[in-house]
């Protein structure tokens, strides 16, 4: 014992190997036990050889009962016997397997008759052994148990023919031969009735494994299409399953695109047909009627329509969802492996787990379609109010057209100050047809504007066309949606998307469209306030005419883009200076009203005198001052004396229906290259407009 309490063994190396011997007696004894359960296993496996053990023991017993007294015989033969089954059994079996077996089988009918001959003691007991070797034998078949049963009585019969003489044998064979062959046709019938009951076990079991892996793949199918929807890739991987689990040679899908039934995948065909409408084949007939259909020999229907000349029978299941055609789903075989009931129930169960991930598949497209044009359609709005002019606000509307929608062209219409509808901008077009008329019930834009409603035509017909259409487009048919503009419940104008191919338009997309078409009615609306708005600060609001903020605004930086130029390079520019003679003598005698009247009918004559590039501009009060680009002194005062005649002639009614007329003065003058400021071409326009009133008024004088 150790300090710390411990207590240390040591083994002396003279104990190690009782030690070993001790343990390793378990695994001796053991070993007794495996080779028995070993033996019992090769007993149980080898029927034969288990049939010799029955043999020989009750053999080995009678003779023990006569203490084995002149047993040197039955022994050795029993030895034989009993050897030569074992050596048969441990023969790897080949082809003859059968002629061993038989062989076998009769070694112990012959082992029993040599008994018979060599033990005559135990004669009238010995051929009991015959009954257990005929059973076996017929057991393995009616053949088998014939021809061993033939031997078994044969070889019984060989003793008393020996001893008896024939004529015995033959009569004391009736019996046991009667007995013999019941015994083997009693047991042929049960052991076939046995071996029909475990086929049909068998069967059962097969089939019902077979419905297990079925079902696998259907939930297989619908986590793939779960996971993935009805995409190309999942319809591909549905027909692999198809073919690998449940065999089918020829399976295939087709997709309802509203008019024909389009091919999603197949397998096995070299040639499939690419599309059905519903009026040919029987998957157009399944279309047609919306019901399952099982053809057990295609030959015998009408209305196949084959691909594979090995064919014979079809299955066809509508894919259906809340009574709408998505699809039809259809197998066929052939001859070798053909198509039966429990076929057509997994068919209909993976049919309604495909109808339902391509109803999912087909919302979610069509969400994510929602949400990718309404994307677009807030990105393009912002663009649309970002500006306030009427011109870049048109084109940005044709531009958002063909971005949110995705057309190949697109147009848009607007009725003008005439009310005419007149196209305002173009988008993949020429342009060359801007501003040109488009009459209600022309084309879709006429069409959507007359109605005021959406116009979608997948096949609009070059007939159709409108005129201007006609003239920019070679196609002979277009997809087109034409989207009324309203403001105030009034058609203002359209917006007409085009396509030249591909698919029609959407109803996602006529729900976008009339979204886009109100944003671009709220667009153009704020773009016409702002330009009224602006035009109304600019504007004498009397006689229409720009007034003297946009006058001093406009002067200010003609001159200063005057100042930017050389002298040499700067243009001619002339002014002209009106006053309305004795205006406040007309005023008082006709009232202000009849005044205002005279005032408006100046401004109508400068307006048709001078062009929309020239200044003009209510000076002030009964002051008029117009700008002339590109005029000499001498262009101003030829247009002064037009409008002073012109002016002349003009009759403003006034109080009781009189005519009342006026006169204007007028002063010319021309800016010098040399000089950059307009203002002082004004100020020498105004000291000739002073010299022609004070020369008499109703004058034009140059200074």
């Known amino acids: 014992m150790s300090a710390a309490g411990s207590v240390r063994v040591r083994v002396r190396p003279l104990e190690a190997p009782i030690i070993s011997a001790v343990a390793a007696t378990p695994t001796r004894v053991l070993r007794r036990p495996a080779l028995a359960a070993r033996l019992r296993r090769w007993v149980v496996a080898d029927v034969h050889a288990a049939l010799a053990i029955a043999l020989v023991v009750p053999v080995l017993i009678g003779e023990a009962v006569h203490a084995f007294a002149g047993s040197g015989p039955p022994i050795a033969l029993s030895a034989w016997f009993l050897g030569s089954q074992v050596v048969l059994g441990l023969v790897t079996p080949g082809r003859d397997r059968g002629v061993r077996r038989a062989l076998r089988l009769i070694l112990a009918v012959a082992y029993v008759g040599l008994l018979t001959l060599v033990e005559p003691r135990t004669e009238a007991t010995l051929p009991v052994l015959y009954v257990p070797t005929i059973t076996l034998a017929a057991a393995m078949g009616a053949r088998t148990g014939i021809i061993v049963a033939i031997v078994a009585a044969a070889t019984a019969r060989l003793a008393i023919a020996v001893e008896a003489g024939p004529s015995a044998a033959i009569e004391q064979s009736i019996v046991p031969i009667v ?72 399976p295939s899908v087709y997709l309802w695109t509203g008019a024909t039934l389009r ?65 039809v789903l259809n197998v066929e075989s052939s001859g070798v492996q053909p198509l039966d009931r429990d076929d057509l129930a997994s068919m209909r169960t993976i049919a309604d787990r495909l109808a339902v991930a391509i109803a999912l598949g087909r919302e979610r497209r069509k969400l994510t379609e929602r949400t990718d044009l309404l994307d677009r359609l807030i990105e393009s709005a912002g ?17 958002a057209a063909r971005y949110v929608v995705g057309c190949d062209a697109a147009i848009l219409v607007l009725s003008d100050i005439d009310g005419a509808f007149r196209i305002a901008a173009v988008q993949g077009l020429a342009e060359t047809i801007v501003g040109r008329a488009i009459l209600p019930g022309e084309g879709a834009a006429g069409r959507a504007i007359a109605s005021g409603k959406v116009v979608i035509d997948d096949d609009f017909d070059r007939s159709q066309f409108p005129k201007v259409g006609q003239e920019v487009l070679a196609d002979l048919s277009i997809r087109v949606m034409g989207l009324p503009i309203a403001r105030d419940d009034i058609v203002i104008g359209a917006i007409t998307m085009l396509r030249r191919s591909g698919d029609g338009f959407s109803e996602q997309e006529r729900e976008i469209g009339q979204l886009m078409a109100a944003h671009t009615s709220l667009a153009l609306g704020n773009a016409t306030l702002h330009a009224a708005a602006t035009e109304a600060a600019v504007r004498d609001p009397l006689t229409g005419l720009h007034n003297r903020r946009f006058l001093d ?69 009964e002051e008029f001052l117009v700008v002339l680009e590109g005029a ?72």
Do not use: W
């Open 553 to 621: 605004a406009t002067v200010a930086r003609a001159s200063a883009g005057r100042g930017r130029e050389k002298p040499d390079q700067r243009r001619p520019v002339a002014a002209i200076l009106f006053d309305l003679d004795h205006f406040g003598a007309l005023n008082k005698q006709f009232g202000h009203q009849v005044g205002d009247s005279v005032l408006r009918a100046f401004s109508d004559v400068l307006r048709q005198r001078f062009r929309s590039s020239d200044l003009v501009a209510r000076y002030g009060g």
């Open 632 to 703: 000499s002194r001498d262009d101003a005062v030829r247009a002064a004396e037009d409008v002073r005649l012109a002016f002349r002639a003009v009759e403003v009614a006034g109080p009781g229906g009189t005519a009342v007329r006026a006169t204007v003065s007028a002063g010319c003058a021309a800016l010098d290259p040399a000089v950059a400021d307009l203002a002082s071409m004004i100020e020498t326009a105004d000291v000739g407009l002073a010299m022609a009133k004070s020369g008499g008024r109703d004058q034009v004088v140059a200074a």
């Open 383 to 399: 663009r649309l109010s970002a500006s306030l002019d009427t011109a870049e606000v048109a084109t940005r509307i044709v531009d």
């Open 263 to 327: 091919l999603g995948a197949q397998r096995g065909y070299a040639h499939p047909i690419e599309e059905f409408d519903a009026g040919a084949g029987i998957i157009g007939r399944v279309a047609r009627t919306r019901e399952p259909m099982f053809v057990p020999d295609v030959t015998r229907d009408a209305d196949y329509m084959g691909a594979n000349p090995d064919v014979v029978s079809e299955i066809s299941v509508p894919l259906l969802h809340d009574g709408d055609l998505l699809g």
């Open 179 to 250: 007995v013999v062959a019941f015994i083997a046709v009693g047991t042929r019938h049960i052991v076939a009735s046995l071996e029909r009951s475990v086929e049909r076990f068998r069967d059962a079991v097969a089939a019902e494994r077979r419905r297990a892996r079925r079902m696998q793949a259907i939930e297989q199918v619908g986590y793939l299409l779960a996971q993935d929807g009805p995409s190309p890739a999942a319809l591909e991987a549905i027909m692999d399953i198809l073919v690998g689990t449940f065999g089918y040679h020829y």
